[in-house]
């Protein structure tokens, strides 16, 4: 199960839900297919230089998988996540302005903040905060952390132009006051950002954002190095300005029309591709691609003639690609306790950053090395009580969590378990194909048995779920017993698939009228179920068929294809399940192509769940990560009212969640498998490793953390 933070609002700090691969064992933000494990010469290469690197000064973090994806909105994973957050890239122990502590709970930073953040409540319902950060801050560059770096990562990424350019899926500053109009380049000014000087800034949210239950998360703003990303820019009080003295060169021309040739080749071979996948040309798509061209080569043009180039602009730009191109996969410039090294060989290594002044708490790092490192987790146990790698998360494996904790009543490891705040589940796409009717995915619901999940992948360290909740979440902990109870509980029941698949389009034998008769299907079955033909159509003639795209070294995956594809047949559904590497999966799932020509449109995935829980953004047709597809009004009005309730109303909030969990039962985005218990393991040699929570990974408590 792998990706990407469900329900943070937090615009600076991350995205709502991770992703991860379902099956595997890292199951925090976001990834975790073996990407190790899948190519032999290059993991043999790797340990090399893993045996070189690893000493008594190098703490070494074994994961299934890497993609060396440094900033968010490109295809993450979990572990790419955990890097970040030991840089400070994002997360709790950078240099944000509020931070989650153990329990998720949004906090003010301390260290940052010199003082408490002024709150001003305007005339137009929005509301105003102000910063004041301490002068003392340093990037590992040795350079001074400033207000600009704070108002830098919003004003950067807000504009539509940064995922037109980058192909980022990364938003600013959603929530604050005039996002839209500055998104839009009706301005460039962002009237929700201002500098007041260099230590001091103010954001103002929205009237219409708010109230937002979880209001400390929209005051979290984290910094990004203005001062290396984009060196000729500053911030003038709501935009970006040049700085004082700098002058357009020949080579920042050359640059920028070498930017623009890029983003020409990549517009055309993009398009090139879209109408070879179609196998035809939509004239709405093609006056879209011709329009941008133009814009594009007109652009060009006058950059090339030296006429009419705006020099902010043009700096913005290059900004924006260095961002996405170069910082993204080699964030040289940090603030957390560690500064990255490199990353080859799946492996990230990193380095102690003696400029860092602590964690919210006033904790500081002293390992002096971490690495990250991609190994085959089916080994992990044995590589973290051999001393061969120092910790290994997320552990969900109901075998290797016994050997385990059978390692450690034998004092050869240590371990941490807590309930996870997320779940594995077989997610869909649900504006195509057959699942785009929430009748065939309840159904599918019905043709699995989940209780095998718990049992035969997670060891019994796990129960079976009906909503969107974990048990680590203080709303299940205070409405858990109410809500089983008004779910749909989904047990293997065929007849029941059948009664769902009856009042979808799929009633029909092939030839789009004769009624699908269920005595037919199971009589074929019982006669030759290897051969079964028996399939049910709509009107039209289309067959009910749903394929499904798996991590290949997913145990899930093979639980479900050992399932689904049997039990399917006797309800005249064809399931196809294909296994393969998990950013291949992700690929699919990310950039499905339109209508019946999605290859899949279900995947076996891990979400996990952030803080706070906020699923406007995955369940809203407008939020901005909606990888389910989903457009449904009734999602639209819950998630929307879930969001607005007043902080404190604790009972109105859960009255809200208790309506968005039927919502998801009977529509069914993901169907949740189980919600286990994680189990994290460290060698002896770990001293603290004892504070992890299911918001507080390794990457966190490092700061704690010493080897003996």
């Not at 209780?451 to 299940?476: C, E, I, K, R």
């Not at 779910?487 to 769902?500: C, Q, S």
């Not at 009228?513 to 079964?532: G, I, L, R, V």
């Not at 019946?596 to 995935?605: G, I, L, P, R, S």
Request: hydrophobic fraction near 30%; aromatic fraction near 10%; glycine fraction near 8%.
């Amino acid at each position: 199960m792998n990706v990407k933070k469900v329900f943070s609002q937090a615009f600076a700090l991350g995205l709502a839900l991770t992703l991860t691969a379902c099956g595997g064992s890292g199951d925090k933000d976001n990834n975790g297919s073996n990407a190790g494990a899948d190519n032999k010469a290059s993991n043999e290469q790797a340990n090399e230089e893993f045996k070189k690197q690893t000493d008594d000064n190098t703490l070494v973090v074994g994961v299934d998988s890497l993609g060396g994806e440094f900033i968010q909105g490109f295809n993450n994973s979990a572990n790419d996540v955990r890097a970040r957050e030991f840089m400070g890239i994002q997360g709790s122990v950078g240099y944000a302005t509020y931070v989650k502590d153990r329990s998720g709970k949004y906090v003010m930073n301390k260290t940052v903040l010199d003082g408490d953040p002024k709150s001003k409540e305007n005339e137009d319902g929005s509301k105003t905060f102000t910063f004041k950060i301490k002068k003392d801050l340093k990037w590992s560059d040795g350079k001074p952390v400033t207000a600009d770096d704070y108002l830098f990562t919003a004003l950067l990424h807000s504009p539509q132009d940064y995922a037109l350019i980058t192909g980022s899926t990364e938003i600013g500053g959603d929530s604050l006051k005039g996002y839209n109009d500055f998104r839009e380049g009706k301005t460039d000014e962002f009237a929700g950002l201002k500098k007041i000087d260099d230590q001091t800034f103010e954001i103002t949210v929205s009237n219409d954002f708010l109230p937002y239950f979880e209001e400390e998360s929209l005051k979290a703003m984290n910094p990004r190095p203005i001062h290396y990303i984009a060196p000729n820019l500053t911030v003038d009080g709501s935009k970006f300005a040049l700085k004082d003295g700098y002058k357009l060169s020949d080579d920042d021309k050359k640059a920028f029309v070498a930017s623009l040739d890029k983003q020409i080749e990549t517009e055309k071979s993009s398009y090139d591709e879209a109408v070879k996948e179609a196998g035809e040309e939509d004239p709405d798509a093609k006056k879209e691609h011709e329009e941008k061209l133009k814009t594009l080569e007109d652009k060009k043009k006058s950059a090339e003639s030296g006429k009419d180039i705006d020099p902010t602009e043009m700096l913005v730009e290059q900004a924006m690609l260095f961002d996405a191109n170069e910082y993204r996969k080699a964030p040289k410039v940090t603030c957390g306790p560690y500064k990255f090294v490199s990353f080859k060989n799946n492996m990230v290594k990193m380095e102690l950053n003696d400029k860092y002044a602590g964690d919210f708490e006033g904790h500081k790092a002293t390992i002096k090395n971490v690495i990250i490192q991609a190994i085959n987790p089916e080994i992990s146990v044995d590589l973290v009580q051999n001393g061969d790698i120092d910790v290994f998360e997320g552990e969900m494996n109901g075998s290797r969590i016994s050997q385990m904790r059978k390692a450690a009543k034998e004092k050869k490891l240590q371990y941490v378990a807590y309930d996870r705040n997320g779940y594995g589940c077989l997610k869909f796409l649900n504006d195509r194909g057959a699942t785009q009717y929430k009748e065939v995915k309840q159904a599918i619901a019905f043709l699995m048995n989940r209780d095998d999940f718990v049992q035969n992948f997670a060891g019994g360290y796990a129960v079976v779920t009906n909503g969107m909740y974990g048990s680590s979440q203080w709303m299940y902990k205070e409405r858990g017993a109410d809500i089983e109870g008004k779910l749909t509980k989904y047990t293997l029941n065929v007849e029941e698939a059948n009664k769902r698949l009856d009042q979808s389009p799929y009633k029909f034998e092939k030839d789009g009228k004769t009624p699908w008769d269920a005595k037919k299907a199971a009589d074929q079955y019982k006669s030759n179920a290897d051969k079964f033909d028996y399939y049910r159509y709509d009107e039209n003639g289309k067959k009910l068929q749903v394929n499904q795209f798996g991590s290949k070294d997913s145990e899930i995956t093979t639980l479900l294809s050992n399932q689904l594809p049997d039990n399917a047949k006797q309800a005249g559904l064809e399931y196809n399940v294909q296994a393969g590497d998990f950013n291949t999966l992700l690929n699919y799932m990310m950039n499905p192509k339109e209508g019946d020509k999605a290859e899949y449109t279900a995947f076996n995935m891990g979400l996990e769940f952030g803080s706070p829980f906020d699923p406007f953004y995955q369940y809203n047709s407008k939020g901005n990560d909606n990888t389910t597809k989903t457009n449904d009004p009734q999602a639209d009005k819950i998630t929307e009212e879930l969001r607005r309730i007043k902080p404190g109303e604790n009972k109105a909030y859960l009255d809200k969640w208790e309506e968005f969990q039927k919502w998801y039962n009977d529509y069914l985005p993901e169907i949740p498998l189980y919600s286990n218990q994680i189990h994290s393991s460290a060698s002896t040699r770990v001293k603290g490793f004892e504070g992890l929570t299911p918001e507080w990974a390794t990457s966190c408590q490092i700061n704690q953390m010493s080897l003996k």
